[in-house]
């Protein structure tokens, strides 16, 4: 839906908007108390804001570039390698390669050789791994939404100056604005109202299982409403990404779960 009218206002603008909308349904919803805060969970939640603000900022700017799929894609390697982060074990290097495979695939493609593009998807996935790292802990220092709506707030007005003022153009329509309403409802209010919650309640590898879902489901859907088609090579690297991010959460799990085990063992000699 925003990529529809990115000739009329400027990514940037319009990904800032959505963002701002999303902020004020949650500031009214959640009505969170500001009063009573320490240092630390401020600082969690500009944290969150500000990578929740810059991943989308930095995508929208890539879609305009590249298509919607190729970018969701690319982004993807920001989660992928946080959940490879540390990783001793020989396994964790199969999916790095896999990972390697479709970022390279997509990069030898004329269709998304857009090399800024994929540089911005890339940051995206950056601040994607920063969001993921924090929404954790902003869900255990603030009740309800009521972080998600400090943060977003936050984030908002402290990049809301870089974003007007390096925008390279307009501010759209009353009929741009209406559509950024639809959009700040159905992908940042329903899903960052409900990842957060979800998040106290299934483990981070279920929920990044779930997320790396992500690339395909964007794909599907630039197809189905915008008409973008993928060959099957930009579907086989996207394929690549998601199996090494499945491994990759998979092979996590089953080494937290020994090390669970050898630690009880411990405890019990």
């Not at 800032?16 to 630390?40: D, H, M, N, Q």
Request: hydrophobic share 55%.
């Amino acid at each position: 839906m925003a990529k529809g009218v990115f000739d009329t206002a400027s990514p940037g603008v319009l990904a800032l908007t959505r963002v701002a909308l999303a902020s004020v349904v949650f500031l009214a919803i959640a009505r969170p108390r500001f009063t009573g805060r320490s240092a630390r969970d401020w600082l969690v939640a500009l944290g969150y804001g500000v990578c929740l603000v810059g991943m989308n900022v930095a995508i929208y700017y890539s879609f305009a570039r590249i298509p919607i799929g190729v970018a969701v894609t690319v982004e993807f390697i920001g989660p992928l390698a946080l959940a490879v982060l540390g990783s001793r074990r020989p396994v964790d290097l199969v999916w790095v390669g896999f990972a390697a495979a479709g970022v390279l695939l997509l990069g030898a493609l004329p269709s998304s050789a857009d090399l800024l593009g994929l540089l911005l998807a890339l940051v995206a996935g950056a601040f994607w791994a920063g969001y993921i790292v924090l929404a954790g802990p902003l869900g255990r220092r603030w009740e309800g939404i009521s972080g998600v709506a400090a943060g977003s707030m936050l984030g908002t007005l402290l990049l809301a100056a870089p974003v007007l003022l390096t925008a390279d153009g307009g501010i759209g329509t009353p009929g741009v604005w209406l559509t950024m309403a639809a959009v700040a409802l159905l992908s940042s209010v329903v899903p960052y109202g409900l990842e957060v919650p979800a998040r106290r309640s299934i483990t981070a590898s279920t929920f990044g299982i779930l997320m790396s879902l992500e690339p395909a489901a964007a794909a599907l859907f630039a197809w189905m409403v915008l008409g973008e088609r993928l060959g099957w090579v930009e579907w086989l690297a996207m394929a690549c990404v998601i199996v090494a991010s499945v491994g990759a959460i998979r092979t996590a799990r089953r080494r937290n779960g020994q090390e669970t085990i050898r630690h009880a063992r411990a405890e019990g000699a």
